[in-house]
């Protein structure tokens, strides 16, 4: 069955790094486009970074652009999220999301907490 599964997340100290990373499985990976989400309890899902099938064009949103890094790598159905830099207002429930070509599916994982504090 298909199943996306994050890990990497954790506590750590302003300014510190993490990198999240999200095996996929189930689904041809290498013809999906996949992104980050983030969200906080009561706020909606924010859009974090997107890349495109064959690793290209990635995309962030401006609240993290200079500072996250996604990438993929296609034999190992994996994407990754590596945050440096961090601040505060990055803790958050961290959600990949696969989207396969033409909208034919979308699935999400079951998240994994970021917290960043001293």
């Known amino acids: 069955q298909v199943q996306l599964v994050e890990s990497g997340g954790g506590l750590v100290e302003p300014g510190g790094s993490l990198r999240l990373s999200c095996a996929a499985s189930?689904?041809?990976?290498?013809?999906?486009?996949m992104t980050w989400y983030r969200q906080v309890p009561g706020k909606e899902r924010e859009w974090v970074a997107t890349?495109?099938?064959?690793?290209?064009?990635?995309r962030y949103a401006d609240s993290v652009k200079g500072r996250f890094t996604i990438s993929r790598d296609n034999a190992k159905f994996t994407v990754y999220l590596q945050m440096n830099s961090l601040k505060p207002e990055d803790t958050a429930v961290y959600y990949c999301?696969?989207?396969?070509?033409?909208?034919?599916?979308?699935?999400w994982g079951q998240g994994t907490q970021v917290t960043v504090s001293s």
């Open positions: 890349i495109a099938r064959d690793g290209a064009s990635p």
């Open positions: 999301k696969a989207v396969g070509p033409l909208l034919k599916y979308n699935y």
């Open positions: 189930g689904f041809s990976f290498s013809t999906a486009t």
